[in-house]
């Protein structure tokens, strides 16, 4: 019988990149020979009634007739859109019963062989509204691993450090994502935490392209492809991805799990809204250019090999810091100010792909030395 891991990870969202990474990180394992489960764990603060409350609270939206209106629309749209970007997941692996609270997991606690904190940032206390205990597997008796953890922060709030580190003393084996977090806790004491990619990067292009279900031509003609995560706040981006394509003579695409407001406002030739994980992909694979300004994004711009810059704030996050670092491409970072095709130094991905497979052996080398004897 194959032994059961457990994945602890954000799903509650309708994000691809959540989404994404889940299914790359599961995958891996099934390969590895487990059986693969994903624990069913849904935040307070992201249900569908939250967000209503969200959108009737924000005055940043305009008046109290567009805020009802934004609500409505959540109201209505919020939970089948997160359904159908889940679904990428649903569809391929098992989960868990529904669990609210960390009161819950430990109250009845899934029956595993070993539980693995999976990545995004799971451990940012800030984003999370507090110590988020569940994504520490404070529910389990069986081995814990964390696979590319992030906190998204450079170092833990000081009220929280002595309950984090706590928490952390009982892992197995921990790695995070970002290069900088793991030279925090090699501070902190945990010295042997390494840093490992994120589980999107575990697949190559082609390994994606067959989880599309095969690359097929969504439209004949050649795109640059936005794929924003600033639902409201695309002005620069957008003024940017329309310099380049006109530049380049491309069609301008927008993909997002909601919809890109303004997007009309750019003239953009195709939005791919309530998009599902699939269309991203395949919009992935086939755009000439891509503008991203996430981390995911940047991600598989750089591992489906395109033409790409990154929207970032001024001061890189510490995602997008890790990555640069790593892979060298700071050249390709956007803050600002807008750019030109003509400033953009060129992309070797020769040397890229060679880093990104040496990563990978080494990454998936961790995630078996950690579950060895499980």
Not at 138 to 150: I, L, R
Request: hydrophobic letters at 45%; proline letters at 3%; one cysteine or more.
């Amino acid at each position: 019988m194959k032994k059961k891991i457990g994945i602890i990870t954000i799903l509650d969202v309708a994000n691809f990149g959540s989404m994404l990474q889940a299914y790359a990180l599961a995958t891996v394992l099934e390969r590895m020979g487990f059986g693969v489960q994903f624990i069913n764990y849904w935040r307070a603060d992201y249900t569908t009634s939250h967000k209503v409350r969200t959108f009737l609270q924000d005055r940043s939206l305009g008046n109290p007739l567009k805020r009802v209106a934004f609500a409505l629309s959540a109201l209505a749209f919020y939970a089948p859109i997160r359904r159908h970007v889940r679904s990428f997941v649903v569809r391929k692996f098992p989960f868990t019963r529904p669990y609210r609270s960390l009161e819950e997991l430990q109250k009845h606690p899934p029956v595993l062989d070993a539980a693995i904190s999976g990545s995004d940032q799971i451990w940012n206390s800030e984003y999370n509204g507090g110590v988020d205990r569940a994504f520490y597997l404070d529910f389990v008796d069986c081995p814990k691993v964390a696979y590319a953890a992030s906190s998204g922060m450079d170092e833990f709030p000081k009220e929280d450090l002595e309950q984090i580190i706590s928490l952390l003393s009982h892992y197995r084996a921990i790695s995070v994502r970002e290069s900088q977090t793991c030279d925090y806790l090699h501070r902190l004491g945990f010295r042997d935490a390494r840093h490992v990619l994120d589980p999107s990067l575990l697949l190559t292009a082609k390994e994606w392209c067959e989880a599309a279900g095969g690359i097929g031509k969504l439209r004949n003609e050649k795109f640059l492809l936005v794929y924003s995560v600033e639902r409201f706040n695309n002005d620069f981006i957008f003024s940017q991805a329309k310099r380049i394509a006109t530049e380049l003579e491309l069609k301008m695409y927008v993909v997002c799990t909601t919809y890109p407001v303004k997007a009309k406002e750019y003239g953009f030739d195709r939005v791919y809204a309530m998009a599902g994980v699939k269309t991203f992909l395949r919009l992935m694979a086939e755009a000439e250019f891509v503008v991203a300004s996430s981390f995911h994004g940047t991600a598989f711009a750089l591992n489906f090999n395109k033409e790409f810059i990154t929207i970032s704030a001024e001061k890189f996050n510490i995602r997008m810091e890790s990555l640069v670092r790593q892979l060298d491409i700071s050249h390709r970072i956007v803050t600002t100010k807008e750019i030109s095709t003509s400033d953009l130094s060129p992309i070797n991905y020769d040397v890229i792909n060679a880093k990104l497979e040496a990563a990978r052996s080494a990454s998936k080398d961790f995630l078996q030395k950690a579950l060895f004897g499980v």
